[in-house]
T-cell receptor, first 113, second 116 residues
Framework: EAGVAQSPRYKIIEKRQSVAFWCNPI?????LYWYQQILGQGPKLLIQ????????DSQLPKDRFSAERLKGVDSTLKIQPAKLEDSAVYLC???????????FGPGTRLLVL | AQKVTQAQTEISVVEKEDVTLDCVYE???????LFWYKQPPSGELVFLIR??????QNEISGRYSWNFQKSTSSFNFTITASQVVDSAVYFC?????????????FGQGTELSVKP
């Protein structure tokens, strides 16, 4: 069974530029999560989808971050404009249903200069 | 409020030593789940175990074992006869299933270094 796929794996941009990350969850998983992991810290949830609906986006900086999961499968996370403090690893995870075990992708390492 | 504390930032052991990683959690829910994940240098979080709040039985899986004690709000992880491949950052996490939609609250992580 294929795991969670993410791309790109690495991205370097300058501040005020925009960037987008893509995630393809495990087949059949209804719930998709985006986490931000700053160096030396544990991951923190940015947004959670159940199918194509948002369950929790309370920690998403909505002035610059946006995410969508239009067909209830793939998801895209966008940052526009990026700030230096957005440098982090962005992890996508999926689970079969709410509150089930989450399986993580390899992450996208973002460096904002 | 939910919180997970991993007081050990870094641990260094020599191969074949046993090592215990501590995890203490806070929650007001009676129904919750506890997890351990491993993050090797490649960066991907690898699922190790999920335990629900009603199951306090200890669990053993090969060289790994977990001790869940509700009385002290702890969910500790022991690696027996450690190996170099165990070197990674280990995260303990809490999920309050019904109130929070299953989102994970992670601790700060413990970086384990196993030297040959």
């Amino acid at each position: 069974e294929a795991g969670v796929a993410q791309s790109p794996r690495y991205k370097i941009i300058e501040k005020r530029q925009s960037v987008a990350f893509w995630c393809n969850p495990i087949s059949g998983h209804a719930t998709l999560y985006w986490y931000q992991q700053i160096l030396g810290q544990g991951p923190k949830l940015l947004i959670q989808f159940q199918n194509n609906g948002v369950v929790d986006d309370s920690q998403l900086p909505k002035d610059r971050f946006s995410a969508e999961r239009l067909k209830g499968v793939d998801s895209t996370l966008k940052i526009q404009p990026a700030k230096l403090e957005d440098s982090a690893v962005y992890l996508c995870a999926s689970s079969f249903e709410l509150a089930e075990t989450q399986y993580f992708g390899p992450g996208t390492r973002l460096l904002v200069l | 409020a939910q919180k997970v504390t991993q007081a050990q930032t870094e641990i260094s052991v020599v191969e074949k030593e046993d090592v215990t990683l501590d995890c203490v959690y806070e929650t007001r829910d009676t129904t919750y789940y506890l997890f351990w994940y491993k993050q090797p240098p490649s960066g991907e979080l690898v699922f190790l175990i999920r335990r629900n709040s009603f199951d306090e039985q200890n669990e053993i899986s090969g060289r790994y074992s977990w001790n869940f004690q509700k009385s002290t709000s702890s969910f500790n992880f022991t690696i027996t006869a450690s190996q170099v491949v165990d070197s990674a950052v280990y995260f303990c996490a809490l999920s309050e299933a019904y109130n929070q939609g299953g989102k994970l609250i992670f601790g700060q992580g413990t970086e384990l270094s196993v030297k040959p």
